[in-house]
Structure formats: C-alpha cells, structure tokens
C-alpha cells in the first residue's frame, strides 16, 4: 500500500472518529457541571517542572495544546478528548504562572517574556522526548504557537493559530496607536504602574472575569466554567509573570540575557514555513489584527478559518469543535 493511501486513511479515519467525538462531546457540555482532565502530570522540563493534561494514545501523533492569559487548560477541555478520539496523542500544559507548573529554582527569573514561553515549549517537548509535534493555541497560546514554528520548525508538524501572526517585538510596542485601538490596551498600560501590580494581585479573579467578559462578549460561561480555570491563577508565580509579560512588551521592564539572541531574530518578524490554519471569531473583543494583514507571513500551505456565531476570543473553548477540526485538517496537510 502506498504511503499517500496510508495518510488518506489516517486522515478518514480521524476524520471520522472526530465526528463521533464530537457527538459526546456535545452531550458532556450540555450537562450543569462543567467536564475537567484527569490527574495532572508532572515533569522537570528546563527552569520548570510543568504541570500537564495528557490525553490519547500514547503512541498517537502528538499534538501540543497552549493556552493564554488570563485562562488556563480548560480552555481546551472539550478540544482534547475530539482529538484523542481521533487518535492524537493530546498533551495540554499549564504555563510558567499558571496551575500546577512551578520554577523548579526559587532562584528563577519569574520571566514572562515570550522567547522564555517559547523555550518552555521546546523544554517540554525533550522531557517527553517528542522529536516534533502539531502545535495549536490563543492569545498567549498562539503567539508561543507561532515564535515556536518560526524558530524552530524543524520541530514542528503544523500549527492551528487563533488571531493569526502574533509575534511582537520591544521596539514595535513603542509606537503609538490611534487612540480609539489603544484603549482596547486598558489592561496592559494598567499593569504597567506599581498601582495596577497591586491591583491585579489583589483582584486577580475579578480581573480575569472583566477580561474573559470583554474580549467574548456574546460567550454565556457560567460561575462554575469561570472557576474551574481561576484555581489555576493561584500559582504562586502567576501576577510576577503577567506583570512581566506585559511591562516586557512596553520596554519597561528587562528581559533575561539568555533570550536576546532569538529576541533578535523574532524583531525580524521572520515568516512561518509550516503548514498553517489561523482561525477568528466574529466577536472577539480583544485586540487582533484583521487576516489579510498577516497571510503573507505563512509561506507553507495555508488558510484562515472565520467563524460565526457569536464566537470570542476564547475560540478553543466557545467552538471546539471547529478548533479540533483544524488541528486535523493541518496536521493532514503536513502528512501529506
């Protein structure tokens, strides 16, 4: 049998098993309390010991799912079983500052800038000894999702981007915008004053709740989804690692030495080679940039996926279903 009917085969029977999962999926979250994971996983993975779902075959293909900020794995909790379904090897880790996930020195920098989260990606991929896997994410999620597969693509089978080309640099955080798109920042300038670390230290879920409201305005969550991923937040490390991000992009805070090198080649806004699915939500109120602005920055196979309905900026958790679909349909087109 030839290798291109053994990848059409893999894709049908995915294909299929998805739909199936799909099915239970639909049942699992029309129920009143809200799915979850299993036991969480630990592994030393680099300056971390993560904290992580798994889900699947073992010996599936693996896909590596990344969540954003303020959310957490849950995001992903009705993508992961679609995928495992399908027979994908699911693994969904907690970020640095984020649920079980810890600095295994206490000595660490409490780094949040996004060469460290991408160096994280790739620490875990070793630990688990994962030569390259799909990867698929949001908001912080998608912009590791991308520095990774620009990076490092050799590592990488095919990525599934929410919000498309997220890579950023210091200098490009400098420059102004209208001001009609930087108050869509709020939070950023906020957490930029001493004022605003205390304040999202001691309103941490509120601020979470205002952003989640803001940025999917039309998503009905309820309290128990809400805080299912707002333990997640009490990681003793999750404000130093907002608060960093966020001053890191403004230029008001430094970045680690060790980072500069690959800082330097992402203010290139190198392209990404791999095959690509990007996806948005007809009401994502976060900040985002329109598709036809970053198209030419995906050079393999690609395409972008917009989704209706009401869907917001949390589009793995609002449409699973859809998200799963491209995680399949990308990780066809690099196997094919």
């Not at 099915?23 to 299993?38: D, K």
């Not at 929410?162 to 490009?172: E, F, K, P, R, T």
């Not at 404000?239 to 800082?263: F, K, P, Q, S």
């Not at 080679?273 to 976060?286: F, H, K, L, R, W």
């Amino acid at each position: 049998m030839s290798e291109t009917i053994n990848h059409d085969r893999r894709r049908l029977v995915g294909a299929t098993a998805l739909a199936i999962a799909a099915t239970y999926v639909g049942r699992a979250r029309a129920a009143s309390t809200p799915s979850t994971f299993g036991p969480m996983k630990q592994i030393d993975a680099g300056v971390l010991n993560v904290g992580y779902a798994e889900a699947g075959p073992a010996n599936g293909a693996p896909v590596i799912l990344l969540h954003g900020w303020p959310y957490d794995i849950h995001a992903f909790v009705d993508v992961a079983p679609l995928l495992a379904g399908a027979g994908y090897r699911v693994i969904v880790p907690h970020l640095r500052g984020y649920g079980t996930t810890r600095f295994r020195s206490s000595d660490a920098v409490r780094n949040g800038q996004p060469a460290a989260l991408a160096v994280d990606v790739i620490d875990l991929m070793d630990a688990l000894k994962i030569r390259k896997a799909t990867l698929a994410g949001f908001d912080w999620g998608a912009r590791t999702v991308n520095i990774v597969s620009a990076l490092w693509p050799e590592r990488v089978k095919a990525i599934v981007s929410v919000s498309g080309y997220l890579i950023g640099n210091q200098q490009a955080g400098k420059q102004p915008l209208p001001p009609a798109a930087e108050l869509q920042w709020w939070y950023q300038f906020y957490l930029a004053t001493e004022r605003g670390r205390l304040g999202y230290e001691k309103y941490t879920k509120d601020f979470a709740k205002l952003i989640w409201q803001t940025a999917s305005p039309k998503w009905a969550f309820d309290d128990a989804t809400f805080a299912r991923s707002g333990a997640a937040f009490e990681n003793p490390d999750h404000v130093a690692i907002a608060i960093h991000n966020y001053r890191w992009r403004l230029g008001l805070a430094d970045g680690e030495r060790r980072y500069d090198d690959l800082e330097s080649k992402l203010a290139q806004a190198p392209v990404i080679s791999v095959p690509t699915i990007t996806m948005e939500g007809d009401a994502n109120g976060a900040p985002h940039p329109e598709p036809s602005a970053y198209a030419k920055k995906f050079t393999g196979k690609y395409a972008h996926r917009d989704l209706t309905g009401g869907i917001g900026h949390n589009l793995p958790q609002e449409a699973p279903e859809a998200f799963a679909k491209a995680v399949v349909e990308a990780d066809g087109w690099a196997a094919a």
